[in-house]
């Protein structure tokens, strides 16, 4: 067999077994971990998600409180918290900075 033709072959093997695994995947999905009546993953069943208590607070609310976004900013800064609330909370401590920054220069 030509050098070729074998690597092409590897490949297409390769693209067949990713093709089988990920249909498995999917068709064996609601086997392993079947949804309950409330849309909740069955008893014994850990999903992804279920590490965070909630999703992550957004800009809005981070702007509506800025010494809680303030306080996550500095929680961030030393390691003790990660995840979505840093950017969100670093966005909302920007934009109310520069919005007094604003404030105070057209009010001179």
């Known amino acids: 067999m030509h050098p070729m033709q074998n690597s092409k072959a590897v490949i297409v093997a390769a693209i067949v ?4 695994g990920f249909t498995a995947g999917f068709v064996l999905r609601p086997v392993i ?7 909740e993953r069955a008893p014994g ?3 992804a998600s279920a590490s965070r208590s909630s999703e992550p607070r ?11 976004a303030r306080r996550v900013v500095a929680g961030c800064t030393h390691g003790s918290i990660r995840g979505g609330e840093c950017a969100n909370a670093e966005q909302a401590i920007v934009t109310v900075d520069s919005a ?5 220069f057209f009010d001179r």
């Open 45 to 47: 069943v850990v999903s």
């Open 58 to 68: 957004g800009v809005q609310y981070f702007e509506a409180n800025i010494e809680e």
């Open 33 to 39: 971990a079947p949804p309950t009546a409330t849309g």
């Open 100 to 104: 007094e920054r604003r404030r105070r």
């Open 17 to 20: 077994c990713l093709i089988v």
